[in-house]
């Protein structure tokens, strides 16, 4: 049973470009959670969703970021004209349906974005 | 407010014992967690404990939790240079939908 798969691992974009950041959950999970850990910092929440909803987006900027998770196809995390501030590790976490109440998060390796 | 604050450091020498600590402040947290990075890599889950309980022991883990003083702390036995890692702290908030993390512990291990 695979992980979290995410894709890019690392991902270089120059400022004004934009970043797509990929999430497929574990099989059989139905909800995924988007985290940044900025240099030397630790995790903060971004976003959860489940399939087609976004339940809780409160950790998200309000320009330029976005999330999805379709029907079919992994999660995406999308950030439209980056800035150097933008430079983080962003990490995908999903949990199956009926264990969000002991809130276990199984986590992907990371997606590492720099803009230069 | 969510916030979950932790020391940043803790330096040790193998075989000794290590304590990271961790404060929150959602009083109705129910599940608090410990998780466990190493470099270059996601997060995984080492520990949790449910709010209703004060200990809870695995292999070389204790958690303790003093939900007054809304106080966790892990404590690691006979510690090991594999041990080294950042520590994470966690509470999950709003019926266990979010968990909210602290800073982390970056825990080394001397030989």
């Known amino acids: 049973n695979a992980g979290v798969m995410q894709n890019p691992r690392h991902l270089v974009r120059r400022r004004g470009q934009e970043a797509r950041l990929r999430c497929s959950p574990m099989?059989?999970?139905?909800?995924v959670y988007w985290y940044r850990q900025l240099p030397e910092e630790g995790l903060k929440f971004m976003v959860y969703l489940q399939k087609e909803n976004i339940i809780d987006e409160s950790g998200m900027p309000k320009e330029r970021f976005s999330a999805e998770f379709p029907k079919e196809g992994p999660s995406i995390l999308r950030i439209q004209q980056v800035v150097r501030g933008d430079s983080a590790a962003y990490f995908c976490a999903s949990s199956p349906p009926g264990t969000a109440h002991t809130g276990e998060l199984f986590f992907g390796e990371g997606s590492r974005l720099t803009v230069l | 407010g969510e916030d979950v604050e932790q020391s940043l450091f803790l330096s040790v020498r193998e075989g000794d014992s290590s304590v990271i600590n961790c404060t929150y402040t959602d009083s109705s947290s129910t599940y608090l967690y410990w998780y466990k990075q190493e470099p270059g890599a996601g997060l995984q889950l080492l520990t949790y404990?449910?709010?209703?309980?004060d200990m809870k022991q695995d292999q070389r883990l204790t958690v303790l939790l003093n939900k007054k003083d809304k106080h966790l702390s892990l404590r690691i036995a006979d510690t090991q240079t594999g041990d080294s890692a950042i520590y994470f702290c966690a509470e999950s908030i709003g019926g266990g939908f979010k968990t909210i993390f602290g800073a982390g512990t970056r825990l080394f291990v001397k030989a």
């Open positions: 099989k059989g999970h139905s909800h």
């Open positions: 404990i449910f709010s209703n309980m």
